[in-house]
T-cell receptor, first 116, second 114 residues
Framework: EAQVTQNPRYLITVTGKKLTVTCSQN?????MSWYRQDPGLGLRQIYY???????DKGDVPEGYKVSRKEKRNFPLILESPSPNQTSLYFC???????????????FGPGTRLTVT | DQQVKQNSPSLSVQEGRISILNCDYT??????FLWYKKYPAEGPTFLIS?????DKNEDGRFTVFLNKSAKHLSLHIVPSQPGDSAVYFC?????????????FGKGITLSVRP
């Protein structure tokens, strides 16, 4: 089954404790992206990756890191989480075509993060 | 600055009737538009899209209309079914942009009453 998986689905942590949210897709997609969803703000892009070893900032990258060492995995790293990073996070992927992503992105089920 | 606006936070319609979800955008560079549907505790799923070279795209019960001059698009669902109850996000992008990222609206919660 074609899918994007995220782990963990729920996480409660404390300020400053480093954490990683994993994202994996089994569709051989080139393009992957991280979004956060906050009430009244919709979905906002954090980081994206056009291909292995190619990553770039989205609209709200502060406080986050990513890496793309393998095509299927795109982990989101919070080196020192703060309460304003409490949010619902989605990983997404889409097939690339000559370096351009298709826009019909497949989303993971989401990770609800609470930072106290 | 919200470049993609979904000004109505919610919509309630009777089963079998038409649902019309509206979306406005401000960035004239956007040339590709998508609608996503999201159920609680799930990620958004792609529903339908439209390129700026078209003014209508249809897929079964779902039709998206694009009015470029008004920078407005709408999603029509006919007939509406209770299973359509979900949050609907409008998204827009510049098709050949280097990032090609999607800019999302805030979403509209659709409730279809049996």
């Amino acid at each position: 089954e074609a899918q994007v998986t995220q782990n963990p689905r729920y996480l409660i942590t404390v300020t400053g404790k480093k954490l990683t949210v994993t994202c994996s897709q089994n569709m051989n997609h080139e393009y992957m992206s991280w979004y956060r969803q906050d009430p009244g703000l919709g979905l906002r892009q954090i980081y994206y990756s056009m291909n292995v070893e190619v990553t770039d900032k989205g609209d709200v990258p502060e406080g986050y890191k990513v890496s793309r060492k393998e095509k299927r995995n795109f982990p989101l790293i919070l080196e020192s989480p703060s309460p304003n990073q409490t949010s619902l996070y989605f990983c997404a992927s889409s097939a690339g075509l000559a370096g351009l992503p298709r826009y019909e992105q497949y989303f993971g089920p989401g990770t609800r993060l609470t930072v106290t | 600055d919200q470049q993609v606006k979904q000004n109505s936070p919610s919509l309630s319609v009777q089963e079998g009737r038409i649902s019309i979800l509206n979306c406005d955008y401000t960035n004239s560079m956007f040339d590709y538009f998508l609608w996503y549907k999201k159920y609680p505790a799930e990620g958004p799923t792609f529903l339908i899209s439209i390129s700026s070279i078209k003014d209508k795209n249809e897929d079964g019960r779902f039709t998206v209309f694009l009015n470029k001059s008004a920078k407005h698009l709408s999603l029509h669902i006919v007939p509406s079914q209770p299973g359509d109850s979900a949050v609907y996000f409008c998204a827009a992008t510049v098709y050949t942009g280097a990032n090609s990222k999607l800019t999302f609206g805030k979403g509209i919660t659709l409730s279809v009453r049996p």
